[in-house]
């Protein structure tokens, strides 16, 4: 069954335009997808769907309907609304017209280290959305464990930063921790790995050892100096051009396959 909302009033409405905040997302422990492809994921994932809303137009195309059908045929909540108030309840400027309200997945450590891993990443401060979903998506498709985020990381489930992971939100298992995380992760065999300028040591030409969990810094300060001392390997990415340094994201990707690479020999 569809229901249908026609009003700005309706608490529906109301209620999912609320999770546009992070303050709310975090109260309720949910987030919004938006857009056919990433939806169609979700499911795939088998992502905790609350509810789902569309608009009038998004059953223009033949092949929106059969998925609206699928949705209705499998016992999904679906409300349609109209063009304009979907553009209330979504953060950007073209809608797709389709969006979902999932409940967070949530993880914990000895989680995700009871299912032998040997590779996770450890982001200090990243502050942009496209540079988080960015290197969640990177970390998805090297093979990594886990993502692990240290306080001041922007919201996991910003919807920007849902909309960079191109579904990867769904493959990837996702922390919060504080920095004591290094000093357990040490304990329990991992090489805590740091991108450091002032190092001679370049990122091809390291081994690092069995297990590695490896720290991408804040944009614009790089990796706490706390952090930087507990490190066990510094490396650095070498600069051929004129560029001062390379993108979070860009950087976080060379050394996280170099990694993968290195782990898949042993």
Do not use: W
Not at 42 to 54: G, H, L, M, P, R
Not at 111 to 124: K, M, P, T, Y
Not at 185 to 205: A, M, P, Q, R, W
Request: charged share 30%.
């Amino acid at each position: 069954m569809i229901m249908e909302i026609t009003s700005k009033e309706n608490e529906k409405i109301k209620y999912t335009k609320s999770l546009l905040k992070n303050k709310k997302r975090l109260q309720e422990k949910k987030y919004i997808v938006e857009g056919y492809r990433i939806l169609d994921q979700a499911i795939q994932c088998k992502a905790d769907i609350d509810y789902v809303i569309f608009k009038d137009e998004f059953l223009n195309k033949e092949e929106h309907k059969k998925f609206v059908d699928f949705l209705k045929n499998n016992n999904f909540r679906i409300y349609k609304t109209t063009n304009k108030l979907f553009k209330e309840i979504t953060d950007t400027e073209k809608p797709q017209g389709i969006l979902a309200v999932i409940r967070y997945k949530e993880y914990n450590l000895d989680e995700i280290l009871n299912n032998n891993s040997n590779f996770l990443i450890i982001l200090d401060r990243i502050q942009d959305p496209g540079n988080m979903g960015t290197i969640v998506r990177t970390a998805d498709a090297a093979g990594a464990n886990g993502v692990i985020l240290l306080k001041g990381c922007v919201d996991i489930y910003n919807p920007k930063v849902i909309r960079s992971t191109m579904g990867s939100i769904f493959n990837m298992s996702i922390i919060q921790e504080n920095e004591e995380i290094i000093d357990y992760l040490k304990e329990k065999g991992f090489n805590i790995v740091s991108s450091y300028l002032n190092t001679d040591n370049y990122y091809n030409n390291v081994d690092y050892g069995d297990k590695v969990a490896l720290v991408i810094g804040n944009e614009g300060n790089g990796i706490k100096d706390e952090i930087i001392e507990k490190s066990d390997i510094l490396v650095k990415i070498p600069i051929y051009g004129k560029a001062e340094s390379l993108n979070a994201a860009m950087a976080s990707g060379i050394l996280m396959y170099e990694i993968k690479n290195n782990l898949s020999c042993k």
